[in-house]
Structures are given as structure tokens and as C-alpha cells.
């Protein structure tokens, strides 16, 4: 692969678009392809295919050995709540390759100091949701314990479809969440979906335990979805 | 931050390049059996043998760095086989009992 192809491709992955890069193996030689820029008609249906599936390989067109290669944007955190939880977030979610935001409205939480080099947007769910719509790819993670500031954003999660819904509150707190939220208008069986407690059980105590049991359960969620149901 | 810049192999990559060094990319291309990376993982390894990545878990990068110095100093791609049956297994081999078959080019 030359420079100019290698750069293309990482501000490609970087902008979080898909991009395809196609290894010609019997005469050397690399092309990157990014989503939204054209692909040659003749490679759009094993493009297309690969952008689907997200799997890499090889492939025979009109006699040439290709190795396809698919680069997928990774899934995006939106964690409610620029708690202490969040802040061990903001460190790990990178090292697993995840998207991460955080949104407070408590400008006391929402600080730069806290949060140094980390998306942090101090406003309420309602305002930064009009503009980032939550989707599929997106995990919600919601830890400020306060309904005003939590239940809309959970509400949302559920309506999206976002692969990963969590909510931080003992089994009481849910409860009565879990009201709030049929109020609301979700399902029941939405519902059921929320991770609360939230997090795998591994008897997590501290505030950076809990965030990586937060991300082992967001992990688990992403690589375990069903694809045959979204489709 | 969309992708970890840390430990991301193809930003390694381009800025190793950038930087006027002399850089190959090995890239998993089939697996069979139980094998630790899925195809289209990245191992970037410069004429010094510093590397970035992984094609395996750690049981062939030691052979893949090796051939990968050769093809930047030909400019010729090479494609890998390495499977247990090998009978360097040990060394060379995937002690998982999986086969990979990994190709390394030049870049730049």
C-alpha cells in the first residue's frame, strides 16, 4: 500500500466512515475505498457485501486473488452522568476502540479538569440528542442516579435500538425507574432489556471496577447482538 | 477520539512512514481452526524490527518480523503459512492448533 492510500484510509477511520481496502495478492498493489465515494461497479456487490458483514477475506474477481479488508467505524459510548464511574470510562473506552461522550448538565461534574481530552458536552440529553440521534451502534450508559437527568436519555436508548442500555441504581431504585419508564411509554419488554444493576457481576466495588465491568457487559452486548434480528 | 490512537497498528504505520522510516504490514488473510486474530489484523514492523500489533497471539510475530525485513529490503510481498503440523511448531507454529495464512508487503 503507498502513503497517500495508508493516510486516506486512517482519515477515513478517523472521520468514522467505512472504508474497504482491496489487496490485488496475484499482482501486488492496494486501493482503499471509503463509504460515499464510489465504488467501481464491478467490485459493488462484494463491496456492499463486506461493508454488511464486517468480515475480511479473500475472493476471486475475473481471475485476480483479492484480499478484502473492512475497516467499520467502532460503536459509540454516550455515557449520561460526568460522574466518578465515568471518569475511569473516559480512560478505558479508548483502549477498546469505543467512541466515547459524556453528557452532565451539572456543570459542577462537567468540568475540562475532570475530563481532560475527553468529549464532554455540559447539557441536558434533551438538546444534545436533537443534534446526535442516538442508533443501533450506539451504547447508552446512564450513572447520575437522577430520573430527571437519566430518564429521558434511557427512554430514547430503548426507542433506537441501541444495542446496550445500562442503568446505575440498586434493584429498589429500578423499580421504580422501571415505572417511571412505562409512564413514559416504552414497552414492557424494552424494559426488560436494561442492564440494572448495571454492569457484569464480578462484585465490582470501586468507581474504576465498576466502569470495567461496565465495558465488559457493553462488549459482551456488541459482540453477542443478533444480526439476523437487524437485518 | 474516534479510533485509540495508542497500539492502533495502520496510524503506526503511517506516521513510521512519515517519519522516513522503512515500514512493512503483515495482514492475517485466512484462519482455519482455533486462531487468536480474525483476518484483516495488522502487525506493522519497520527496518529495525520495532513492531505494532499482532497476527497471532504472540506464537508467529517472531518469524513474521523476520520475513517482514526481508520484503523491505526486496520490495517483494510475501504470503505465510503457519500451521501446527509444521514441524518447528514450537517455534514457529501455533501452539493453539489453528493455521493462519499471513501476507506481508512494503509500504510506501
Redesign the interface.
Known amino acids: 500500500m503507498q502513503l497517500a492510500e495508508l493516510a486516506r484510509l486512517n482519515s477515513a477511520r478517523l472521520q468514522r466512515r467505512a472504508a474497504v481496502v482491496l489487496t490485488d495478492i496475484s499482482a501486488g498493489g492496494s486501493e482503499v475505498l471509503v463509504e460515499g465515494e464510489g465504488v467501481p461497479p464491478a467490485l459493488a456487490g462484494i463491496v456492499t457485501g463486506a461493508l454488511r458483514s464486517g468480515k475480511a477475506g479473500l475472493t476471486e474477481i475475473e481471475g485476480r486473488t483479492l484480499f478484502i479488508n473492512v475497516h467499520l467505524p467502532p460503536p459509540r459510548l454516550l455515557v449520561i452522568g460526568a460522574v466518578h464511574i465515568s471518569q475511569a470510562l473516559a480512560r478505558m473506552a479508548p483502549i477498546i476502540g469505543y467512541d466515547l461522550t459524556i453528557v452532565d448538565p451539572r456543570t459542577a461534574f462537567a468540568t475540562e479538569e475532570r475530563f481532560e481530552g475527553v468529549k464532554l458536552v455540559a447539557d441536558w440529553p434533551e438538546d444534545v440528542l436533537k443534534e446526535q440521534p442516538l442508533d443501533a451502534y450506539t451504547a447508552l450508559v446512564a450513572v447520575t442516579h437522577d430520573p430527571k437527568i437519566d430518564d429521558f436519555p434511557l427512554s430514547e436508548a430503548l426507542k433506537a435500538g441501541c444495542f446496550y442500555v445500562g442503568a446505575l441504581g440498586s434493584r429498589k431504585t429500578h423499580a421504580k425507574r422501571m415505572e417511571r419508564l412505562k409512564e413514559m411509554g416504552c414497552a414492557e419488554t424494552q424494559i426488560a432489556t436494561i442492564a440494572a444493576p448495571i454492569g457484569l457481576d464480578i462484585g465490582a466495588a470501586t468507581p474504576a471496577e465498576i466502569a470495567l465491568a461496565i465495558l465488559a457487559q457493553v462488549v459482551e452486548a456488541f459482540r453477542r447482538r443478533d444480526l439476523a434480528a437487524e437485518a | ?7 492502533d497498528p ?2 503506526t ?2 506516521s513510521w ?2 517519519s522516513g522510516r522503512s515500514v512493512a ?1 503483515a ?4 484462519t482455519w481452526g482455533s486462531a487468536p486474530r ?3 489484523s495488522h502487525l506493522v514492523i519497520d527496518g529495525e524490527g520495532n513492531f505494532e500489533g499482532s497476527v497471532s497471539g504472540g506464537c508467529v510475530e517472531g518469524a513474521v518480523i523476520t520475513e517482514a525485513l526481508d520484503v523491505i529490503a526486496s520490495g517483494q ?1 510475501k ?1 505465510l503459512d503457519f500451521g501446527v503440523a509444521d514441524e518447528t511448531a514450537w517455534r514457529i507454529g501455533l501452539s493453539c492448533g489453528g493455521r493462519i495464512r499471513v ?1 506481508v ?1 512494503r ?2
Open positions: 477520539m474516534t479510533v485509540s490512537v495508542t497500539m495502520l496510524l504505520a503511517e512512514v512519515k504490514l495482514t492475517v488473510m485466512e480474525q483476518a484483516g510481498p504470503m501476507y508487503e509500504l510506501g
